[in-house]
């Protein structure tokens, strides 16, 4: 993945495995290919509402 910040990919690696914890995906660092397409797009799903919902609280 190529972030338009350089500089974010570690907070965006923490924010990753902190909601992959909280909806109880068993992310880890490196390779996932043992989860299910499912379990991976629930943490990338999750990311972008929590995401939404911070912007929304700040306008």
Do not use: D
Request: cysteine-free.
């Amino acid at each position: 993945m190529k972030n338009l910040v350089p500089e974010a990919k570690v907070g965006l690696n923490k924010f990753k495995m902190e909601v992959a914890k909280e909806i109880g995906v068993p992310l880890q660092e490196g390779y996932n290919g043992n989860l299910t397409s499912k379990q991976n797009g629930s943490v990338g799903g999750e990311m972008v509402k929590k995401m939404v919902q911070n912007y929304e609280e700040n306008l």
